[in-house]
């Protein structure tokens, strides 16, 4: 097993003289030469997992209803029968491979073998195959443009919903939501409406601009998660490897066409900013997101907490008396919110809209799965007294989501009081009440998961924490089918996408846990000083 020499303290060798610099080999030569070593070859197997993803997608995946272009290419028949098999057979090696490819880099990433910058090539590599695929596991990019087409038809997508603007836009959309108004802020539909504008009715061109605009979410994390692991102690390398290249992310974030990618993006990039005293910056940033998705504003009450510990240092550092907590507080969190109501106003007015979209949040509630809580709760329940009582599931789940909803405002309010103290608190707070809200709120989606991880791998973990969230992103990236269905009631696909979660999180730390090679003692991977600590360098 090839190990590189372990960095005190997880920095970076000292900086080159100017000589040396002067000689370092072009990115492009950099990156060739990593793509060579052991790390490089797990990018490689990522690639090839992505591609087979793409390909296999035209077939299995979130493909449109009708697909002239497949009928054109005399490829249709991969949407049925035997040809569908064989697409989800590709689809499936595909992400088996970007996870096993993901869990040896993280191997790799615990032993120091391989730094922030090759992380950073990477996540391109594994990127590029999934911006030619159809949606992958969700039909989102066909409401996304439907909505769009609503703004640009002159309808008020807060108040009707896809239905009524019929077209090829609406053929595709999903039929829970045709009827269902828009869920999402302005600056969602600001682009939405320029891709249509720009793609008309061609659903190709436009899923394909969706995800371009995805793109700077994407670079935003890669930016963003390594700061917040600086401020918060954690290891920047190990906070890129869980955040941004997990499949999970890619896959559901890029590969689904989420929004997601982009309000996760904003916010990390917003928090990240006021932990460097940006404060009012990062406000924007997070008011950008919740402009795109309202989750992102659970962090903007945290944010007014760090603000003021900061007004609080920075009176020390002066030797003068700081304001008093009220005082702080009226002017950090008025400052604050004077800042958001900028922003979500000019991106309503741009928009033409209203807040009507808050009042649509509720639409979620025609999720039905088990990832969430009070759903749970509802079928143990209905199983528990039907054999007295009927099925009568709708009444059970009325009153857990009724519940539910008065337990999560009551975490949300004492986790920001508790978690006030320091900067950690503060963000620590975020993470807990982003939790909460995906496991409590009426609906819940694999890909929810990406917003408090974004945020929590900036915290040092240990190595059976880190197997633990392997463990659960393979899940959570196993449990839908290609085409976007649920595989959730399906028990065979639930005991797969377990064992697999299992393998997966062994594997973090033991190189071929099940011993395939023959091996019969096996020392676990262990971590290295450079990747348990603090790495505050970037450069390989």
Request: proline letters at 6%; hydrophobic letters at 55%.
């Amino acid at each position: 097993m090839r190990r590189s020499t372990p960095i005190s303290s997880g920095e970076e060798p000292a900086p080159m003289t100017s000589s040396a610099a002067a000689t370092e080999r072009p990115w492009h030569l950099r990156a060739a030469n990593f793509l060579r070593t052991p790390e490089g070859h797990s990018a490689l197997l990522g690639f090839f997992g992505a591609v087979m993803i793409t390909f296999g997608g035209f077939g299995a995946g979130s493909v449109r209803r009708q697909d002239p272009l497949l009928e054109s290419m005399h490829l249709s028949w991969l949407r049925f029968g035997h040809g569908s098999i064989l697409s989800a057979a590709i689809v499936w090696i595909g992400v088996l491979c970007m996870i096993a490819a993901w869990v040896r880099l993280g191997r790799s990433t615990l032993r120091g073998d391989v730094s922030l910058r090759g992380l950073r090539y990477v996540v391109p590599v594994w990127t590029f195959p999934l911006l030619f695929a159809v949606p992958m596991f969700s039909r989102d990019a066909y409401s996304y443009l439907a909505q769009g087409a609503l703004l640009r038809n002159g309808f008020d997508p807060y108040a009707v919903g896809p239905v009524v603007n019929p077209g090829i836009l609406l053929d595709n959309v999903s039929n829970v939501w045709t009827t269902t108004t828009t869920p999402y802020g302005p600056v969602h539909l600001l682009l939405a409406d320029a891709i249509v504008r720009l793609t008309g009715e061609n659903v190709i061109a436009g899923t394909m601009l969706l995800r371009i605009t995805m793109l700077p979410g994407l670079a935003l994390m890669m930016w963003a998660v390594p700061h917040l692991a600086t401020k918060l102690g954690g290891n920047t390398s190990i906070a890129l490897w869980l955040a941004v290249l997990n499949p999970l992310v890619l896959i559901h974030l890029i590969g689904g066409v989420h929004n997601e990618m982009l309000m996760v993006g904003l916010m990390a990039a917003g928090i990240a900013l006021a932990l460097e005293r940006k404060h009012l910056f990062g406000i924007g940033l997070i008011a950008l997101a919740v402009a795109i998705k309202a989750t992102a504003g659970v962090a903007l009450p945290f944010i007014v907490w760090i603000w003021m510990i900061h007004e609080r240092e920075d009176a020390a550092a002066a030797g003068r008396e700081p304001a008093s907590p009220i005082r702080s507080f009226v002017k950090t969190a008025g400052a604050g919110f004077a800042v958001f109501v900028a922003v979500l106003g000019s991106t309503s007015l741009i928009a033409g809209v209203g807040l009507g979209w808050t009042t649509a949040l509720s639409g979620s509630a025609k999720i039905i799965n088990w990832l969430s809580l009070p759903t749970i709760v509802a079928h143990i329940g209905t199983m528990a007294t039907s054999w007295f009582a009927g099925d009568h599931f709708n009444d059970i789940l009325e009153v857990s989501r009724t519940i539910s909803a008065v337990v999560l405002i009551a975490i949300i309010a004492v986790v920001w009081w508790r978690y006030r103290k320091t900067e950690r608190d503060a963000v620590m707070g975020i993470v807990i009440v982003m939790v909460a809200i995906v496991v409590l709120s009426p609906a819940a989606l694999p890909w929810y998961y990406s917003w408090p991880l974004a945020v929590a791998a900036g915290f040092a973990m240990s190595p059976t924490t880190l197997a633990v969230l392997t463990g659960l992103s393979t899940w959570l990236m196993l449990v839908f089918q290609p085409d976007g269905s649920i595989g959730l009631y399906t028990f065979p696909h639930v005991a797969l996408a377990i064992v697999a979660a299992v393998i997966a999180a062994m594997s973090l730390q033991t190189e071929d846990p099940l011993r395939l090679r023959g091996r019969k003692h096996e020392k676990p991977i262990e971590m290295t000083s450079a990747a348990s600590a603090p790495s505050t360098s970037e450069s390989a």
